[in-house]
């Protein structure tokens, strides 16, 4: 479930820096401790959050460290040996410390990184316990709003439980928590068409048009779907796949547009004039949009060529 952007070098240093500074014998134990967990050397590094917990068990980062590397030396191979499925114990039980204890405002990436990273570990790869994971989401949201990762990890344990109407629910509140971020679009757009609703997504997808109107790769994704659509959807009627064609078509000119040597849209021009043709009674409109594929065929591989510094047609 990693549905966030780790900081964790730079909350390694910040953490160090901090308890360095105080110049208490926890501190100076913790910047050790941070020196073997910088070098990934996890078993080593545990023990010595360990000692510096005995010195100071109030210290929040020692906590959330100890977790991380406890967390760290988890096998999922050795699943089911209780040495290695008591490490995500341990791991909980020093997140939900660290949590506790970082409260103050220079804390609050720790804290947040706690919760997170509980999440994580409450999946179904790990510990599988997704009722808590819910439980941690929600107050990773009431702290931060506006961090669209919650709202995905919240997304991802109710369709993972079958809990289609929360989950909708929850795309919802992203939507308008963030409503011009393209990422929650895009969310958006994945969840409808693995709902097998194709109209809903392609108009999230459209959404990331408006939102970027002048990225190429918008348009190019949305002709893409298009052209998958009626390719492999054999219920669609002609003038069904005829309208979704017209659409792939305007789309990808539109990528081409942007950016003339767009070597996957000249690619999937090609594809949508083919299946145009498909749909064509008139045989002589049927030959122009076949010949207009092959050129966007030829021209595609002359793209290709200039790219990767290819041969080029004579």
């Known amino acids: 479930m990693t549905v ?3 900081a964790l070098p730079l ?3 910040i953490a160090s820096t901090a308890l ?3 110049g208490s014998e926890g501190g100076r134990l913790f910047v050790a401790a941070n020196a073997l967990y910088a070098q990934q050397r996890w078993a080593e590094a545990a023990a010595a959050y360990e000692s510096v917990l005995a010195v100071d068990p109030s210290l929040g980062e020692a906590h959330f460290f100890l977790a991380s590397a406890q967390d760290s030396q988890y096998a999922s191979t050795r699943r089911g040996q209780p040495d290695n499925d008591r ?5 909980r039980d020093h997140y939900v410390k660290a949590a506790a204890l970082l409260v103050r405002p220079d804390q609050a990436l720790l804290r947040k990184r706690s919760l997170q990273y ?3 570990l409450y999946a179904s790869d790990k ?3 997704p009722d808590e994971a819910e439980t941690v989401v929600r107050q990773l949201i009431a702290i931060e709003p506006g961090d669209t990762g919650s709202y995905f990890a919240l997304l991802k344990i109710y369709e993972g439980a079958g809990r289609i109407a929360d989950a909708e629910t929850v795309l919802g509140q992203a939507q308008a928590a963030a409503p011009d971020r393209t990422e929650v679009w895009t969310q958006s757009a994945q969840f409808y068409n693995r709902r097998g609703e194709f109209d809903r997504s392609m108009a999230a997808f459209e959404r990331l048009t408006r939102i970027e109107p002048q990225n190429p790769q918008h348009f190019y994704q949305l002709a893409v779907y298009y052209e998958e659509k009626v390719r492999k959807d054999f219920s669609l009627g002609p003038q069904q796949a005829s309208e979704y064609l017209a659409r792939g078509v305007a789309a990808i000119d539109k990528a081409l547009e942007l950016r003339p040597e767009y070597f996957e849209a000249l690619t999937y021009k090609n594809l949508l004039l083919r299946q145009q043709a498909r749909f064509e009674t008139d045989p002589a409109r049927q030959q122009v949009l076949i010949d207009a594929a092959e050129q966007l065929q030829s021209q595609a591989i002359d793209v290709r060529n200039r790219q990767t510094g290819g041969p080029r047609r004579p």
């Not at 490490?87 to 791991?91: P, S, T």
């Open 87 to 91: 490490l995500l114990d341990a791991a």
């Open 4 to 6: 966030w952007v780790s």
């Open 20 to 22: 360095a500074a105080q």
């Open 127 to 129: 510990l599988n316990q």
């Open 11 to 13: 909350a390694l240093a």
């Open 118 to 120: 509980l999440v994580m």
